[in-house]
């Protein structure tokens, strides 16, 4: 299931110095996704699967040092009992807070882990609008359902959209606007055309759209903290 550890980040928990575990295989294919060898099984396969027991060991004896862990892929979700499993251990052994990045496919395991509470912070990617979503191979209406348990369900939370051009423009945001109502924060994170899972030129937007998108979503939801990645 782990493919990859990152023993200390400042960046990837909001307020945490965290460790970072990845896991492998996905069930979306967005074009601009920059893990590859997590997703694409030509380069997974040949990948060092990480036992389990060591990651806890490593977990342990940073634990006076980090805060937390993220669990990120790929889509970790996809691992099921498995991922309960290793969550369950880091709560026990290690009583460290867990951040869960996932894409909202699986948002009965999402609620899950949420009511037993085995994660303490969501991260979800909104990739397009709803009737876009096959482009990426998801299905839309699973994704739907993760968006309101963020709402419901956890305080510590945020949705994070990729300014990737082919796929999110302001005709998509727009179809996008109804689902980020009551969520708490939003991330807008700039695409990267360096290695992605598909080989295109694609040119990122100019800062100034940007700034036009920032300060339109912060018109059509005052109630959702906003900020922009630019690297």
């Known amino acids: 299931m782990i493919k990859g550890f990152r023993g200390t980040s400042l960046v990837d928990f909001p307020g945490k110095i965290a460790s970072v575990i990845f896991t ?3 069930n979306f294919r967005c ?5 590859v060898e997590l997703v694409n099984p030509e380069y997974y396969q040949n990948l ?3 036992p389990e ?3 806890l060991k490593e977990l342990k004896r940073r634990k006076g040092f980090i805060k937390g862990v993220v669990i990120t892929g790929g889509e970790p979700t996809l691992w099921g009992k498995k991922l309960v499993s290793l969550l369950e251990k880091i709560k026990v052994e290690s009583d460290l807070a867990i951040k869960l990045d996932t894409n909202g496919s699986q948002p009965e395991l999402v609620k899950f882990l949420i009511e037993n509470k085995l994660i303490d ?3 979800l990617d909104f990739k397009t609008s709803p009737k876009r979503y096959g482009e990426v191979g998801g299905n839309f209406e699973k994704v739907k359902k993760t968006l309101f348990l963020l709402e419901k369900f956890l305080e510590n939370s945020e949705v994070r959209i990729t300014l990737y051009p082919p796929l999110v423009g302001f005709k998509e945001l727009k179809e996008m606007l109804p689902f980020l109502k009551g969520i708490k ?6 695409f990267l055309p360096e290695k992605t899972l598909k080989e295109e030129r694609v ?3 100019k800062l100034e759209f940007y700034q036009k998108i920032h300060a339109y979503l ?3 939801l005052p109630e959702v903290k906003i900020w922009v990645r630019y690297e």
């Open 24 to 26: 492998y295989t996905c």
């Open 31 to 35: 074009p601009y996704c920059y893990n």
């Open 48 to 50: 060092e699967t990480l």
């Open 53 to 55: 027991e060591t990651i």
């Open 121 to 123: 912070y969501l991260a």
């Open 185 to 190: 924060n939003l991330a807008l994170q700039k």
């Open 203 to 205: 040119k990122p937007y």
């Open 218 to 220: 912060e018109e059509k």
